[in-house]
């Protein structure tokens, strides 16, 4: 069920995101990925990039970034 309340957020499974300010100095500018949706509503679990453990934040915490950039610079 998480992650279908995570697809209804507007990040499915994967998407890139970037932590906004609002989450802390500890976290500010952080990018990672989604992983799924979290216990609570309006919840994410995603593992922030250089990270191994999965971390919950607001929706209001994260911003989606535009894959377009990374593939890219993969090809």
């Given amino acids: 069920?998480?992650?279908?309340?995570?697809?209804?957020l507007g990040f499915p499974p994967g998407s890139r995101v970037q932590v906004k300010p609002?989450?802390?100095a500890r976290l500010a500018g952080k990018t990672g990925r989604v992983?799924?949706?979290?216990?609570?509503?309006r919840s994410l679990r995603l593992v922030l990039d250089g990270s191994k453990v999965p971390i919950?934040?607001?929706?209001n915490y994260v911003a989606a970034i535009d894959d377009e950039i990374d593939r890219v610079k993969s090809d």
């Fill in 22 to 24: 609002e989450a802390g």
């Fill in 35 to 41: 992983i799924g949706g979290g216990f609570y509503p």
């Fill in 56 to 59: 919950t934040l607001h929706v």
């Fill in 1 to 8: 069920m998480p992650e279908s309340a995570c697809t209804h």
